[in-house]
């Protein structure tokens, strides 16, 4: 079993900053992805950034250019520095992780229980 915490949450104003921390324990063998999602009530969770194996980060449209995806499977923590937030991105954001044996085809998923993220004036 491997097990999420996330942290950095909280509430910012149109244009502030925040960072979000994930950090991966337990039985780690491989960590073949590692990713940041966020939920609306109402709407489905979707992907923000996200790291697969030793690959470049990847992100949505929504967050390109403002969001930034550090740290990754090689060690267990993945940051998520968020700068010039918007009201759009007011969500619950959801650490997210895929780990397996060496060599597998179906890595399992794994999800922290989320963080609130909250931009208002």
């Known amino acids: 079993q491997v097990q999420l915490v996330e942290s950095g949450g909280g509430l910012v104003q149109p244009g502030g900053s925040l960072r979000l921390s994930c950090v991966a324990s337990g039985r780690i063998r491989k960590i073949y992805e590692m990713a940041w999602y966020r939920q609306t009530p109402g709407n489905e969770r979707e992907l923000v950034a996200r790291?697969?194996?030793?690959?470049?980060?990847t992100y949505s449209n929504a967050v390109t250019g403002r969001f930034t995806l550090s740290g990754g499977n090689a060690k267990n923590t993945l940051v998520l520095q968020m700068n010039n937030l918007k009201l759009e991105d007011t969500a619950v954001y959801y650490c997210?992780?895929?780990?397996?044996?060496?060599?597998?085809?179906?890595?399992?998923?794994?999800w922290g229980k989320g963080t609130q993220v909250t931009v208002s004036s």
């Open positions: 790291i697969v194996d030793f690959g470049s980060p």
């Open positions: 997210y992780v895929k780990e397996g044996p060496l060599w597998s085809l179906t890595p399992q998923p794994y």
